[in-house]
């Protein structure tokens, strides 16, 4: 069965950070790497930030610098720690799979960065 289910949204300051977490279901997170996306409003959702099953990761390169992804393989958690945050990192954050071949998506986690 495929779940994920997404935590740690928030309101926050320009320059503030939050943690997302991300739980999935055990049978989907030890076999895939894993990804959190974003989707803006009227925008695309775009992906964010992927991480292999033995810890390689790679970045958009809009968060480089700023967003760290990490996952805990006896948790079935992946978390994005993202600092420095921008207006322009507003957005509905969601974790699954690269390029998943199901149309489900957890509910996504809201962050807004605002003053």
């Not at 779940?3 to 320009?14: T, W």
Request: aromatic share 10%; glycine share 10%.
């Amino acid at each position: 069965q495929v779940q994920f289910v997404e935590s740690g949204g928030g309101l926050v300051q320009p320059g503030g950070s939050l943690r997302l977490s991300c739980a999935a279901s055990r049978s989907i997170f030890s076999v895939h790497a894993m990804c959190w996306y974003r989707q803006a409003p009227g925008k695309q959702r775009e992906l964010v930030a992927s991480i292999t099953i033995g810890g390689s990761t790679n970045y958009a390169d809009s968060v480089k610098g700023r967003f760290t992804i990490s996952r805990d393989n006896t948790r079935n958690t992946v978390d994005l720690q993202m600092n420095s945050l921008k207006p322009e990192d507003t957005a509905v954050y969601y974790c699954n799979v690269p390029a998943p071949s199901w149309r489900y998506w957890g509910q996504g986690t809201q962050v807004t960065v605002s003053s």
